[in-house]
């Protein structure tokens, strides 16, 4: 079964930087893309960050700049570097991968950014 778990969501003041991982268990192939997206308390959750095996980026166009999506999607890993972080930034951050033309979520992991 394959599992996609996340970690190191915490909280951290307005101006800091964090960084969240998610590694892929289970699977004996490699994803065709992985990412992050996040949902705010009450709304909607959106893309942050697409990674592709080749290497190539997308952004939301509110994430450029302060977030940077980096790993190894051969080897089932990804990473979120957010800088600058702001209050609005509070949520919670879902881990994605595709293969083929199934999805796959994890968890999630908090992030809370105070004033």
């Known amino acids: 079964q394959v599992r996609l778990v996340e970690s190191g969501g915490r909280l951290v003041q307005a101006g800091g930087s964090l960084r969240v991982s998610c590694v892929v268990s289970?699977?004996?192939?490699?994803?065709?893309?992985m990412g992050w997206y996040r949902q705010a308390p009450g709304r909607q959750r959106e893309l942050v960050a697409i990674r592709t095996y080749g290497g190539s980026t997308r952004y939301a166009d509110s994430m450029k700049g302060r977030f940077t999506v980096s790993g190894d999607i051969a080897k089932d890993t990804v990473y979120l570097e957010m800088n600058n972080l702001k209050p609005e930034d509070t949520a919670v951050y879902y881990c994605?991968?595709?293969?083929?033309?199934?999805?796959?979520w994890g968890q999630g992991t908090p992030v809370t950014v105070s004033s």
């Open positions: 289970g699977s004996n192939f490699a994803m065709n893309a």
């Open positions: 994605y991968a595709q293969y083929r033309t199934t999805d796959y």
